[in-house]
């Protein structure tokens, strides 16, 4: 899902921006508030398990790509607050080193890969851990849940980004099939994904996984 240079419309990308640089900057003075020792060292771990975590991509339409996203598990662990930055930083790196997005696009790449996942995912997930049992499995469940809602509406997200100021000559209706539709597929791999490593460090190490506590 992330979105290459030229792809949107200056407005859009413009506006993508303000809004990630709004939304991060709440993040990152929440962050400093309440960051521990502890935190630094597993911000680093899971940005670097999140670099290997997107790798895989899957071509999508035109200019834009299917991977893993990840970004529910990160506020999972880390918090709505931490876990964005980190995401943040992995798009950054993705973009500068990797060809994954481009420059321009960066703003509304970070809006629908980080902070998506701490306004809708993390929400998600709170509310279940609430209706749902108490226990770790069903911590894991209400992230695999909250994961997968994450992914779609991201997508959802993208294509009304488009659709608003689409600049890649594509229908639309095509961008809408193609990313909704493979991103659906996506949403379960990553559902069944961050249930699994959640549940595993549940299991381990449960004093990791922030949701938790």
Not at 3 to 17: E, L, N, R, W
Not at 115 to 136: H, K, Q, T
Request: with cysteine.
């Amino acid at each position: 899902m992330h979105i290459p240079d030229g792809f949107v419309s200056p407005a859009v990308a413009i506006t993508g921006a303000a809004v990630a640089v709004a939304g991060l900057g709440m993040c990152v003075r929440r962050t400093q508030l309440e960051l521990t020792g502890r935190q630094l060292p597993l911000a680093g771990l899971v940005a670097a398990f999140f670099l290997v975590l997107e790798a895989p991509i899957i071509p999508v339409a035109v200019g834009t790509s299917g991977h893993l996203l990840g970004g529910t598990l990160a506020v999972a662990l880390l918090g709505p607050w931490l876990g964005p930055v980190v995401i943040t930083v992995v798009t950054v790196i993705q973009a500068l080193f990797a060809g994954d997005g481009g420059l321009s696009t960066l703003g509304v790449n970070v809006v629908n890969l980080a902070l998506v996942p701490a306004a809708v995912g993390y929400p998600v997930l709170l509310g279940l851990r609430r209706v749902l049992p108490r226990g770790p499995t069903s911590t894991s469940v209400a992230a695999g849940l909250a994961a997968a809602v994450s992914v779609l509406t991201a997508a959802v997200l993208f294509t009304a980004e488009y659709a608003v100021g689409g600049a890649a000559g594509v229908p639309t209706g095509t961008i809408a099939v193609s990313t909704i539709g493979v991103y659906a597929l996506v949403a379960v791999v990553e559902a069944v994904v961050t249930a699994l490593v959640v549940r595993g460090l549940l299991a381990l190490r449960a004093d990791l996984v922030q949701v938790a506590s």
